[in-house]
């Protein structure tokens, strides 16, 4: 009896059948897990390219513009009009600009104001249209949920209360004059 179950384990152990089952169980979870964590991070990095795209295009055409004040929506608009890829951009988009003097220059602060959906709407933190020829920093903060938010690389990023991840995009310009 005893020797029946040596000779049994032993060809079982010898057996070659299933090797390949064994190697896929193995890899393929690295795979897989590869795969998502590279299709978030191409998501963040359109969503980045896309806002700075926007931010570019509003900011060329208010140097360019009329010489008038640029108010908050338009160019809020322009920039979600040029962002292709942003859902939602008019509701997750918030913009920060103040002018500044180039002699004693103040950088924005890095505490970044973004939009909070699990918090209660707030007005424009800082939207100074500023004077012609005046220096003027603009910086946009974009929230948007991640595709996976329970991967680890979502998990890495910094979130809000409601799971968003926010994108920063920071510009200067000088408004030129009539």
């Not at 299709?39 to 390219?49: K, N, P, Y």
């Amino acid at each position: 009896m005893i020797d029946r179950i040596r000779t049994t384990f032993a060809r079982i152990w010898r057996d070659e059948d299933g090797n390949s089952s064994v190697e896929f169980i193995i890899a393929f979870p690295l795979y897989f897990a590869l795969l998502v964590m590279s299709l978030e991070l191409s998501m963040i990095t359109l969503r980045h390219t896309m806002l700075e795209r926007g931010l570019d295009i509003a900011v060329r055409e208010l140097r360019l513009g009329t010489g008038s004040a640029p108010q908050h929506d338009d160019i809020k608009q322009i920039i979600c009009d040029n962002a292709l890829v942003i859902s939602k951009c008019e509701t997750s988009l918030r913009l920060e600009m103040v002018p500044t003097n180039i002699r004693s220059f103040t950088a924005l602060d890095d505490d970044v104001d973004c939009t909070d959906k699990s918090a209660e709407s707030n007005p424009v933190k800082a939207f100074v249209p500023g004077q012609q020829n005046a220096l003027m920093l603009l910086r946009a903060c974009l929230k948007y949920d991640p595709i996976f938010p329970k991967w680890d690389l979502a998990r890495a990023l910094s979130t809000d209360a409601a799971g968003q991840i926010s994108i920063v995009s920071k510009t200067a310009f000088v408004q030129e004059p009539l």
